[in-house]
């Protein structure tokens, strides 16, 4: 939003596009100052930003392949024992980066080509001409009141 409200303040006005954003025009300000002025930000923006600097470090020295708690683990190593495995996990998500999975992975339903699929007895039509007419769902079987 900050980045609209620069786009279009020569046009509009700070305030008139605030008045119709869901932003107020004192956070926009507040915004700007702190990225022109980085020692106004709060201490745990100044921190997560020196501490993302080191869980990338870190992460890409191991050549992508840590997860948070191993990351976490060499941070304690390199002298931040009372840092969060939580603060890691947070951080990290925002970075955007994972370690490696072990195990298969995640598996979803497959289509099997030898197996007989059931028949397609709407004929993909799913639209009913009135109420109760047609029923579709994902189950094997269903109990109605009629049977």
Known sequence: MVKFIDDE????????????????????YRIKDEQENPEKQSRRKQSDKHLMEQIKQIWRDSGCRYGIRKV????????????????????MKQLGIQGVWRGKGKITTKQRDDQDKPADLVKRNFTADAPNKLW???????KTKTG
Request: aromatic share 10%; proline share 6%.
């Open 9 to 28: 303040k020569k046009k509009y006005g700070v305030e008139s596009i605030c008045r119709i954003l869901p932003i107020a025009p004192s956070t926009y």
């Open 136 to 142: 579709v769902a994902d189950f094997t079987y269903i």
């Open 72 to 91: 976490w683990h060499k941070l304690k190593q390199d002298g931040l024992p009372k840092l969060a495995r939580c603060t890691v996990e947070r951080l």
